[in-house]
């Protein structure tokens, strides 16, 4: 680990690779993906709910199973019929690091996060592995009381879960309703060049100051491979009728946090992530008089995993009902970026 020493905490190798494996066809290739899972096939008969939970830049897939077994424990829900699933996007270093098969799929540190392709073994995008998951799993000769897939990520898992909500392929299974939920993520993508100004107006965006403003993942030029060729105006339809909701911590504000993306082209969506969230939900409302996206405020919390997931926002977003009176305090406890 010497090697890794004073680097930046996600550009180190992870304390712990997933215990179960997915494999990923595609026809560009063949990999698999590690993940975690709350529970056996041979316990999962009756689940009627899949959370699909994506990790933030720490790669830290365990802690997220963490954090939503505590939030599913608090929920007023039988947790036997609710399975997490919390897949793990790996870098090059993690490979190594644990002697990984062959056949592990990696990327570049945060490159997951825009759905760029792995580096190996095959380019294989990570809206990929989500297309697989869902085929995978999302199937109600599988799990025949199956009635909901929830897409949900903190962070970096939260751009890629909105990401994905907007140019994914594989949410639309008979029978199965499906929601996206996007907590706390450094930026959104814009379909035009409007941004918001310092007082939150949106406005034409300076291209000559940051010319990359409108580039993906911020905006919709020069999307990645995955999603050409690519018609945005109707994505864009599709994803403003989707089932979305946004959950943003109202202490999440720090304009300097180290997780927070200052590019340029992040910047000019507003100075911290709370005010990123506010903006964009305004923007996507102003274009869509009948939007049902939904943006829920977490109250006493900021860039924290745990205490989002575990609130009474989060858990609501979740699983669709409501957090214990009698459960503890949100941990803190697990998944921090």
Known sequence: MTLFFGKP???????AVGNAWLRVTTPRGT???????????????????????????????????????????????????????????????????????????????????????????????SFDVLDAFIEQFADRSRYPALRDVVVAGHSGGAQV????????????????????????????????????DAE?????????????????????????????????DTLEQRYAAADVIYLLGQEDCDPRHEALDLSCSAAAQGPHRLARGRSYFAYIKSRHEALAHQCWEVPGVGHNGAAMLGSH???????????SAQAPNASTAGATD
């Open 313 to 323: 926002e989060g858990v609501r977003a979740l699983f669709g009902v409501k957090r």
């Open 9 to 15: 905490r996600n550009e180190r190798p992870v304390s």
């Open 31 to 125: 990999g698999t993906v590690p993940f975690y899972r709350s529970m056996e096939e041979r316990d999962a008969a009756d689940i009627s709910r899949i959370v699909i939970l994506l990790h933030g830049r720490l790669r830290d897939a365990d802690a997220y199973l963490l954090s939503a077994q505590n939030a599913l424990a608090a929920a007023l829900t039988d947790p036997a019929r609710t399975l997490l699933l919390v897949p793990q996007f790996l870098a090059t270093a993690d490979i190594e690091a644990h002697g990984l098969p062959a056949d592990a799929l990696h990327w570049e540190w945060t490159s997951w996060m825009g759905g760029d392709d792995a580096l190996g073994p095959a380019p294989i995008s």
């Open 161 to 196: 879960a909105h990401r994905y909500a907007i140019v994914g392929r594989g949410c639309s299974v008979a029978g199965v309703h499906c929601r996206y939920v996007i907590a706390n993520p450094s930026s959104y993508v814009y379909f035009d060049s409007m941004r918001p």
């Open 200 to 232: 939150g107006v949106l406005r034409p965006a300076n291209t000559d100051a940051c010319s990359g403003v409108d580039d993906w993942k911020y905006g919709v030029l020069h999307a990645p491979r995955y999603v050409q060729p690519a018609q945005f």
